[in-house]
């Protein structure tokens, strides 16, 4: 066997992303939220970069500083647009040491204290009060229990394995941990007589069914506080209600009436009635303290019809985005003659980085208005008629429209929102598939949704459509061609149920 080395040429293209693309693309991806809180890292992050006033300008001072300011020596070309040209002194370079120093100490304790005297304006900071008007979380549903858990008469042991319990008890209520699982990790261990005292009373306080282990344990515990069903507390094993849900839980999710009705030897009317009052029990009572909470929106453009053009007017949300500008400072001391080529890179290394991070929001903002033009001139009959004309629309038409990429289109829709007249709608929702009609026209998605809801919902509840029926009764509206499998997939994500369990008895 034998090993050679040789050299060679080739000729070869390959596309490398610069850091200045890598930027730009992660800015025009980021919603109007996620972009605040990346200006408010670069902001401590890096020194040159600062904010401008309210009406715009930068600070008068920073304004005479400039205008007394002559050239000097030339830059590089490529520092040509970061740069101006100043005569300052040393007194600039220890100016930039101080800035430098703040700057590096800014999550020192003095640092709240300069913050707070940097601002002769007498003007709040705005960030301390978004956090002081942020409406509390509110206490957990395992802070609660815990807090009434210990307004309990119990002994120090009951009350320790109490807690234990409650620790492990998900938002939900449930607790999925077995006894013997917990008892191990009490000290010292327990016994099972005593988790099973614990847990009895960890069940009689807070939301009526928090601490069952399964779904038949909560329903039955919310049936044992109801006065109607146990007026002495104790629960009747005969109440029908009782024994639905021991013995036919599956069945009464799945809406078999009549072999519950059979298995238990009523009649079907007093299954319903049965049923009716099981359904007004909460299956996830941890939920009463902890309620999900949805997250904010805030839309990032607002489209609204201008009677003056009578055309729509796009509008790109800043929200509370700042203005930023580099700091002229820093670019007069960049040029001292007398700065040392280390403090020299390291401060034109900040100045291209804000460059680019100043002219990357800028190109979001002109990007985002670009493809929301679009979007407006290709679903023209959903801004001027509603959701209901709303048109199949591909990603690939508004880019070759806008003459930009279909990636770009792609980031510049991603989890952001427009205000329309219609409300707030997700601009991805406006890139929508769909279907021919017979008459050879599209109709969207969205739309194939809208007529099958309006169809199961006018369908006679004793006799409810199958997915068969369904599609046949679209294809004779015109809507078509389509599977039964988009059928039941479609009546799936609406929350649709098949028509055995519709039917209603």
Known sequence: MRFDASMQQRLEQRMILAPRMIQAMQILQLPLMALQ????????????????????????????????VTPTSPVAES???????????????????????????WADEDS???????????????????????????????????????????????????DLIIRNIDDNGYLHLTLDE???????????????????????????????????????LQLRADPIVSPEGILPENALD???????????????????????????????????????????????????????IIPDVRIEWDDESQQYRITVERGDTP??????????????????????????????????LVDAIEQRRDTL?????????????????????????????????????????SRTASDKYADTPWGIWPLRDFFLG????????????????ARLKAIVDAEDKANPLADKEIHERLQAEGIGPLSRRTIAKYREELGIQTSRRRKQF
Request: glycine residues 8%.
């Open 79 to 105: 520092e040509q647009e970061l740069v101006v040209q100043s005569d300052g002194g040393p007194a600039d370079f220890e100016r930039l040491s101080n800035l430098v120093d703040r700057w590096e100490n």
């Open 434 to 449: 769909g279907t021919q009609t017979v008459e050879g026209g599209e109709v969207s998605w969205d739309n194939v949704r």
């Open 323 to 356: 203005e930023l500008y580099i700091s002229r400072a820093y670019r007069r001391l960049v040029k001292q003659r007398d700065l040392d080529e280390k403090t020299r890179e390291f401060v034109a290394g900040k100045i291209r980085v804000a460059q680019w």
């Open 112 to 162: 709240e204290h300069w913050r707070r005297s940097a601002r002769s304006d007498g003007d709040a900071d705005p960030k301390a009060e978004a956090m002081q008007n942020t409406p509390d979380s509110g206490e957990t549903l395992q802070e609660t229990m815990l807090r009434l858990w210990h307004l309990e008469e119990v002994t120090p042991r009951e009350l320790e394995l109490g």
């Open 37 to 68: 809180e990346r200006i408010d890292r670069e902001l401590i992050s890096n020194p040159v970069l600062e904010l401008r006033d309210p009406d715009g300008r930068e600070s008068p001072a920073e304004e005479a500083e400039e205008s007394e």
């Open 242 to 296: 009782v024994r639905l849900i021991r013995r036919h839980l599956r069945d009464l999710s799945a809406n078999r009436y009549p072999q519950m009705a059979e298995a238990l030897g009523v009649e079907i009317d007093e299954v319903k009635a049965a049923v009716g009052r099981i359904r007004r029990l909460n299956p996830k009572p941890g939920t009463a303290i902890t309620p999900r909470r949805a997250p904010p």
């Open 182 to 220: 917990l008892a191990t990790e009490a000290e010292p261990p327990a016994a099972a007589g005593e988790m099973e005292a614990a847990l009895g009373g960890v069940q009689t306080v807070g939301p009526v069914g928090v601490g069952a282990r399964s779904v038949e344990e909560c329903l039955l």
């Open 369 to 409: 208005r670009r493809v929301v033009e679009s979007i407006v001139r290709f679903q023209r009959p959903f801004f001027d008629e509603g959701p209901a004309h709303i048109r199949p629309l591909k990603m690939q038409a508004v880019a070759d429209d806008v003459h930009l990429h279909v990636g770009t289109i």
